[in-house]
Structures are given as C-alpha cells and as structure tokens.
C-alpha cells in the first residue's frame, strides 16, 4: 500500500471589477434599444426610461432604430460586461464597431437587434426513411 498525503487548502475569492449597485435606478422596466450609424457603421446599445426619451436620442443624431423591447436597466450592464469578456471593446457611450459576430452575439444574447442587418439562420433538419 502506498502512503498517500492530503494537502489541505483554502481557495481564495478573485474580486471582480464590476460594481454591483443595488439602487432602484437599475431595476426600474424602460425601453432596451440597438442603434445603428451608417455614417460611421457602427451600432449603439443603450437603455431609455420611456418613448419620449427614446425619440430625443433619435432625433439627436443620425441613427436609425433597428429594434427595441422593453427591459431593464440592469440588461444593459449584464450585456456590456458579457461583450467585454467576449473580447468585444466598445467606446464611450456604448458605440460598438459593426460586425458580423457581435450581431450574432447581441441576438444570441436576446438583445432587439431587428432584421434589418441580421437575419438568423434557421436549421431545419430532415427526418428521412429510407
């Protein structure tokens, strides 16, 4: 028989830069929104408390709707940090540089990305007997 050592030991806790802040601000239903800019083909994701605020941010600058729903303000962040550990950078604002992958990762996500630039695959499989 062989001698066999336990090694005892603690695992320690890695401390996370994301702030978690449990104010009413976070959980408080609006609107989730996915922008798009033709002239600097980029996309914007934000949160808007209701129609009204939505439509200033519209009429602010040059981007077209692409989709929305309703959600919370926490989504927004759960979806930004998600992207940044994807390996998505993003810049101020929540502006992302378009791409083929991150509207695969927004719509896989279950963030309104619309039909316009994305269309989802749909695999249909074949029962076939022979």
Not at 28 to 47: A, H, M, P, R
Not at 51 to 77: F, P
Not at 98 to 107: A, F, P, V
Request: charged share 30%.
């Amino acid at each position: 028989m062989k001698n066999r050592k336990i090694i005892k030991g603690y695992k320690t806790l890695i401390s996370s830069r994301f702030n978690v802040d449990n104010s009413e601000d976070k959980f408080k239903d609006g609107i989730i929104y996915t922008l798009y800019s033709d002239e600097f083909n980029s996309l914007k994701v934000g949160f808007a408390e209701n129609d009204k605020v939505l439509e200033k941010k519209l009429s602010k600058g040059a981007l077209i709707l692409l989709d929305m729903k309703k959600g919370k303000k926490k989504d927004l962040y759960l979806l930004v940090t998600t992207l940044k550990e994807l390996g998505i950078k993003y810049s101020d604002n929540f502006y992302f540089k378009y791409s083929g992958s991150l509207m695969k990762h927004l719509s896989t996500l279950g963030w309104p990305v619309g039909r316009s630039l994305y269309k989802q695959r749909k695999i249909k499989k074949e029962l076939v007997c022979a």
